[in-house]
């Protein structure tokens, strides 16, 4: 029993994450790189309902 609670004891101290300050260009690189990578979501998603829409439109003509 005393080895389970020194194992979960152990455990609990590993899990827990390093919290570390960062500066402001580390903090803004970051927030730049998912506003980049929304807006690159954002195009593929506008791409692949302009190519349904398309193929649809082409089904109505026969094509």
Known sequence: MKRKLLALAALAALS?????????EVTGA???AGTD???A???MIV???SIWALRKVAR???N
């Open 16 to 24: 827990t994450g390093a919290n570390a300050a960062l500066s402001t």
């Open 30 to 32: 970051i927030t730049g």
């Open 37 to 39: 990578a929304a807006a």
């Open 41 to 43: 979501v954002g195009l």
């Open 47 to 49: 791409v692949a309902v």
């Open 60 to 62: 109505l003509f026969g």
